[in-house]
């Protein structure tokens, strides 16, 4: 059995104008690396089906999901924060990225598979339960954890956030929420802006300086996020995986390297072994220097193909 590799030609239609770091190459850019390093030969690839409504209704406000629909532009481009905006394929393509988690989710939960990579846009993890916000419109990752709860009866997932940017949308869905242990790392200080104390005993958070590296990154997940994991057991562990604490991304400057990529997906392997039967659904989020995002997304893979 191979991991599933699963993606939509909408994610490459959706785009919020020139110049935005969010742009439709990252998924050729990852796509073409994993050809070249001959990863893709390790994957099944799948096509992503759009999400249903009954899905995102139970992670998002039917006042958000029905917003989106409503202002969705015939042309041109129309804002949902000053750093996101939709275009006339956005919605199609933020309900393909969602419908990815839920695919994501049926197929390792079946034994179709025994992890998958979603390399889907928009991406997800700043999308609150009634807003969408920095670059996000829906909040992928929270998708696959509400289906792994809801559709397959599942006790405790663990979702992981290795983002440069705080994962404040999946804060605001999960906090308090017992079933879900949420460990997030994020350079402190960063977009968006909010570094507080964890808001609920269920959250777990690493913020880290600006020009730290991956070597205290490492310490401080080893001492936050492992512990409190091993505690959880999860039965299933999905991944908001964003590639922009790379030392090439200039959205962050954490100073990571494709290394310290590959060590935090060996530590959530060895977690998804002990507990989970080896399920890892992991989700593409940030990442916006092209190159760098091709080198890091191929580190994670290697060691999840595995
Ligand atoms: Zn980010």
């Given amino acids: 059995m191979l991991t599933a590799y699963i993606t939509h030609p909408a994610c490459e239609r959706h785009e919020m104008g020139p110049d935005h770091p969010e742009c439709p190459e990252r998924l050729a850019a990852v796509a073409d690396h994993l050809l070249i390093k001959g990863l893709m030969d390790c994957m099944q690839p799948y096509e992503a089906p759009a999400v249903t409504r009954e899905q995102l209704l139970r992670v998002h406000s039917a006042l958000w999901v029905d917003r989106l629909k409503a202002i969705s532009p015939a042309e041109g481009y129309v804002p949902v924060d000053p750093d996101t905006w939709m275009n006339r394929h956005t919605l199609e393509a933020a309900r393909h990225a969602a419908g990815a988690a839920v695919l994501a989710v049926d197929l390792v939960l079946r034994g179709e598979a025994p992890s998958a990579f979603c390399a889907v846009r928009p991406p997800g993890h700043h ?8 670059f996000c419109f829906f909040n992928n990752a929270s998708v696959a954890v ?12 663990a979702l992981l956030d290795f983002d440069v940017h705080h994962g404040d ?3 605001d869905i999960w906090a ?23 808001p609920a005993a269920n959250v777990v958070l690493a ?13 401080a997940i080893g001492r936050s996020w492992l512990p409190r994991l091993a505690a959880f057991a ?8 964003g590639f922009d604490a790379h030392r090439e991304d200039e959205l962050g400057s954490l100073g990571w390297v494709e290394a310290d990529y590959a060590w935090i997906t060996q530590q959530i392997v ?7 039967q080896g399920r890892i659904v992991s989700l593409l989020e940030g990442g916006y220097s092209l190159s760098a995002l091709g080198r890091s997304v191929a580190a994670h893979l290697r060691e999840l193909v595995q």
Avoid: K, M, W
């Fill in 176 to 198: 308090g929420d017992e079933r879900v242990l949420l460990c997030s790392s994020y350079q402190a200080g960063l977009y968006p802006f909010r570094d507080e104390q964890p």
């Fill in 270 to 276: 060895a977690q998804a072994a002990a507990s989970a």
């Fill in 169 to 171: 949308g999946s804060e």
């Fill in 127 to 134: 999308a609150a339960r009634a807003q969408g916000a920095g």
């Fill in 234 to 241: 999860p039965e299933l562990i999905v991944v908001s995986a």
């Fill in 146 to 157: 509400a289906h792994g709860l809801n559709a397959h009866g599942l006790q405790r997932v």
């Fill in 207 to 219: 913020g880290l300086p600006a020009r730290s590296g991956g070597t205290l990154a490492r310490e």
